[in-house]
């Protein structure tokens, strides 16, 4: 199979703040833009912010909508975990270790951008877990 890459549109309200946060904070390529949307290269896959007009309004807690990428190598998660931080980028949660001792355990940390998108940014100290391990029912924190 060739290699096939995920696509995501999400709303922002300003383009400007789009590409500080998102190229400048997290390094993504900037692709094409216009005045009201920018295409991002995040690690490979295409992500795509749309300008709105109305107000965007976070959501309370992670829970239901957010997106991020599952690393598969945890120096990678570490480089992007410490640029965030040199960046100042806002930590919706702090980095952590869930489901310690367990097939199920990784390191995670959310961040959001200016217009209240999520993102988890995640590394699974076993890779069977990212699809498998089915008899772990626990998906996340509880709410």
């Known amino acids: ?9 999400f709303p922002v309200t300003d383009i ?8 400048d904070g997290l390094g993504c390529e900037i692709g094409r833009e216009s005045p009201i949307s920018v295409i991002l290269n995040l690690y490979g896959h295409q ?3 749309h300008t709105v007009k109305e107000l965007l309004t976070p959501q309370k807690g992670i829970y239901p909508r ?7 190598s945890e120096a990678d998660w570490e480089a992007l975990l410490d640029r965030a931080k040199q960046k100042n980028l806002h930590f919706y949660q702090e980095a ?22 999520i993102l988890e940014f995640k590394y699974y100290s076993h890779a069977s877990a990212i699809f498998g391990d089915r008899e772990y ?3 996340g924190d509880t709410i």
Not at 66 to 72: I, M, N
Not at 100 to 117: A, I, K, M, S, Y
């Open 96 to 117: 952590k270790r869930r489901f310690v001792g367990l097939p199920t355990e990784h390191r995670t940390f959310f961040l959001e951008d200016p217009f209240h998108n």
């Open 66 to 72: 957010h997106f991020g990428l599952v690393f598969t």
């Open 1 to 9: 199979m060739n290699q096939v890459l995920f696509h995501l549109a």
């Open 47 to 49: 992500i795509v912010a």
């Open 137 to 139: 029912a626990q998906v």
């Open 16 to 23: 400007a703040q789009t590409k500080a946060f998102y190229a």
